[in-house]
């Protein structure tokens, strides 16, 4: 049992009598056996020595003996007082897995031929290979034996993380602050917010803090769903926490709801003027199958390229019921599908022409803002990536990471470019070709491909002859005043003015709206507020300076025919029946009124009278000593003689 004892040199020294240089010497003379242990420190060489009590004289045996039994004894009242009891079932796993790593260590390293040390480094190594999972040291089995020796199982237990979970030696008010610094969408790090919290505390009169690991180990215990909202947001909540709807596909059927979106493809093309750039798609997909229904690729996609694509694909598979689409501004042109979600202006008493998924009988439904998990399209967008995308040379990845380190080399070359409409052609060829033909194991597909299922799910198919869908598909303009120039349109940035003479000459200053195709804006199409057709106009330009006389005359000659349009208005009228001056009927009305009037009579007469009397004026008061009266030509006589 004493050899199971393995002592220190400083232990060694006090049961021999010796110093601990004395000890280190014999060790290196080798009368003493000892094992030598890397404890990887720079001290001593980073070697301890530990020495059995059998190699020590007898005298020191006895007394480590004695000793020996002491710490049994203390050890045994220890055990005691832990029973098995008392430990959790993995805190049972754990001291049954040290006891019997300690019985076959103990077996092991009793072989003679080798020393203590050789065996031990032999016996990690053989559990090692046995306990890939829970690699042992020499170091740690002496440690932990040594421990088990003196504290019993208890020592066995490994505490860190379990045995006083749910108690902090963080006091909460400082816990408070420290998470007010730590939630917050700028994402500090825990460090940061220590130092922080430290600084309050301070001030506060807390006193020392715990470590910042203490802080870190308790971060783990804030709820994820509190982690994820206020650290990084409420998009991020949403599609990371948040419950969302599972749809099922069962009972759709082909063409009852088509989703569109737009994606910008991770590589370039190039243009007919040798300049690039990344290349987007508006793609319409069938949600029950799964198949693609029509696809515009373009520079930047807008209103009209979304229309150019809804129209590609009625033409084709017909009108479906519902488009379902995200609340891009392409997508929510007030005259294509209404706005959505997005807010709008009150305008009330304004009539609002029809828009042209109205016209169409298609119902539009948006996605909840910034939701991807609501449009199927965007997944498949994904396919697209990894199986078209990333088999151009000029492909660029989503992001920085994913940029292949010979891009700039390939890019150099304009031959290793696809041109757009080799481009636009393989991207049809792959999306009709390949992925409708894939099979798909989502919801009521049952590996079957698109094409599969769209032709076994399609019911009805609403069909437009082309002309009726070139006038459902004229966009829509708000109203607008019919000026002395026709109705103005401003479209991407231009006023564009549309004239008609019967148009200025009937409908000068009041209301209608346009209809147009964005491709060609020769003409328009002119309703009134009732969505009445009324006449079309054309496109008048504006006369440059230095226009031709021929130009000018033309003008001239709309303004002669608008004045004889006006005339003859006047005209037809007086071709029906001649009104008479209304002077003559205001007088002969006013003779009349004249003739018929009777003088009124009074029953009672009352006479009013004024109450003046004569006044005598005051004769002129004269001056003092003077009798005659003023001789004014006297006076002017006298005035001429002394001037002369």
Known sequence: ???????????????????????????????????????????????????????????????????????????????????????????REQIGYWRKCFDQWQAFRSQPGMTKAELDEMFCENWNLAHPENQVTAKTLHRKYKSWMEQGDAALVDRRGGWNRGESTIPEVVWSIFQQYYLDENRPSAQACYRWVSIWAKENNFGPLPSCKAFERRITTIPYAVIRMYRYGEKDFDDKVAPFARRSYQGLASNDIWVADNHKFDLVVRRPDGSTYR??????????????????????PNSDTNLLAIRKGILKYGIPKVVYTDNGMDFLASDIGGRGRRKTKKNDGEHKPPAVFERLGIRMMNAKVKNAKAKLVERTFREVKENFSKLFLTYQGGHVKERPERLLKILKDPNNIVTEEEFAEAFETFAFGWLDHQPHYGDGMNGKTPHQVYAEQLIEKRTALPEDLDLMLMRSSKPVTVGRNGVRLTLYG?????????????????????????????????????????????????????????????????????????????????????????????????????????????????????????????????????????????????AQKTKK
């Open 279 to 300: 290349p987007q798609v508006t793609m319409y997909t069938d949600v029950r199958s799964r198949k693609t229904m029509s696809i515009v690729v373009s520079e930047n």
């Open 494 to 638: 231009y006023g564009l003015d549309f004239y008609d003479t019967e148009l200025v000459a009937q409908y000068r200053g009041k209301k209608v709206y346009v209809r147009f195709d964005p491709a060609n804006l020769g003409e328009v199409r002119v309703y009134d507020l009732e969505d009445r057709f009324l006449m079309t106009a054309t496109h008048k330009k504006a006369l440059e300076y230095g226009a031709s006389k021929e130009d000018i005359k033309n003008v001239a000659s709309e303004s002669k025919k608008i004045k004889k349009r006006v005339k003859a208005y006047k005209e037809a009228l007086v071709a029906e029946i001649y009104a008479p001056d209304p002077m003559d009927l205001v007088m002969g009305q006013a003779r009349k009124n004249l003739e018929e009037a009777t003088e009124a009579e009074a029953k009672v007469l009352s006479p009013v009278r004024s109450g003046e009397r004569k006044v005598e004026a005051a004769p002129l008061k004269k001056a003092v000593g003077q009798t005659n009266n003023i001789n004014l030509s006297r006076m002017i006589s006298a």
């Open 1 to 91: 049992m004493g050899e199971l004892q393995l002592l220190t040199v400083k232990e060694t020294a006090r049961l021999m009598g010796i110093s601990e240089r004395a000890v280190q010497k014999q060790i290196s003379s080798n009368k003493l056996k000892a094992n030598a242990v890397k404890t990887g420190t720079r001290g001593r060489g980073g070697i301890e020595y530990q020495i059995p009590v059998s190699s020590l004289p007898i005298q020191a045996q006895k007394k480590a003996v004695k000793l020996f039994k002491e710490v049994v004894e203390n050890s045994t009242d220890q055990k005691a007082q832990a029973p098995l009891e008392v430990f959790s079932d993995q805190e």
